[in-house]
T-cell receptor
Framework: GNSVTQMEGPVTLSEEAFLTINCTYTATGYPSLFWYVQYPGEGLQLLLKATKADDKGSNKGFEATYRKETTSFHLEKGSVQVSDSAVYFC???????????FGSGTRLQVQP | NAGVTQTPKFQVLKTGQSMTLQCAQD?????MSWYRQDPGMGLRLIHY???????DQGEVPNGYNVSRSTTEDFPLRLLSAAPSQTSVYFC??????????????FGEGSWLTVV
């Protein structure tokens, strides 16, 4: 079946540090890939997405590139802020199933 | 811009009670779904629907019922609540045109505790 594996958290960084959250996937076929963010006490918001190999999704300074050869979709940001503290979920979606398959989430804590 | 609206936001139930979590969307989306979120497990699909009158089971359907009488509404029913159903529940919707890149939009969540 399809699956998503994320690095375990929490990830604790100082403000302005570089962020990488690793995400790899297993899928039969060609999924679309997503990063969702969940701020404390809130629902999930789409952060960025990529729908085919070598696509780069970007939003709010975050980036992720769809790497088919390594089945990865790592999330990066050059300079994190305290306001980026949240849980980040990597997910994939196959057209045949329509639902999202989520990773377990990675909590990011940014300290001033 | 209401998007996906869930009610209630918080609920405490006693074991054996039943209740319904409401979900409504105003985006005319065909696809709607319910997920539950448990610590360290991400979100898991409970039930989904690809249009009015059509529902199907997801990954963890036991103990839950759904119906889809209109495009807008997709309620989730807990038949006889159990402590294992303590979780955060998210309703989601998306256009259903067989494009996997379509964004799935989530509600703000319903925190349910079963004692």
């Amino acid at each position: 079946g399809n699956s998503v594996t994320q690095m375990e958290g929490p990830v604790t960084l100082s403000e302005e540090a570089f962020l990488t959250i690793n995400c790899t996937y297993t899928a039969t076929g060609y999924p679309s890939l997503f990063w969702y963010v969940q701020y404390p006490g809130e629902g999930l918001q789409l952060l960025l997405k990529a729908t085919k190999a070598d696509d780069k999704g970007s939003n709010k300074g975050f980036e992720a590139t769809y790497r088919k050869e390594t089945t990865s979709f790592h999330l990066e940001k050059g300079s994190v802020q305290v306001s980026d503290s949240a849980v980040y979920f990597c997910a994939l979606r196959m057209v045949t199933r329509r639902a999202l398959t989520f990773g377990s989430g990675t909590r990011l804590q940014v300290q001033p | 811009n209401a998007g996906v609206t869930q009610t209630p936001k918080f609920q405490v139930l006693k074991t054996g009670q039943s209740m319904t979590l409401q979900c409504a969307q105003d985006m005319n989306h065909e696809y709607m779904s319910w997920y539950r979120q448990d610590p360290g497990m991400g979100l898991r699909l409970i039930h989904y629907s690809v249009g009015a009158g059509i529902t199907d089971q997801g990954e963890v359907p036991n103990g839950y019922n759904v119906s889809r009488s209109t495009t807008e509404d997709f309620p989730l029913r807990l038949l006889s609540a159990a402590p294992s159903q303590t979780s955060v529940y998210f309703c989601a919707s998306s256009p259903d045109d067989y494009y996997s890149g379509n964004t799935i939009y989530f509600g703000e969540g319903s925190w349910l505790t079963v004692v």
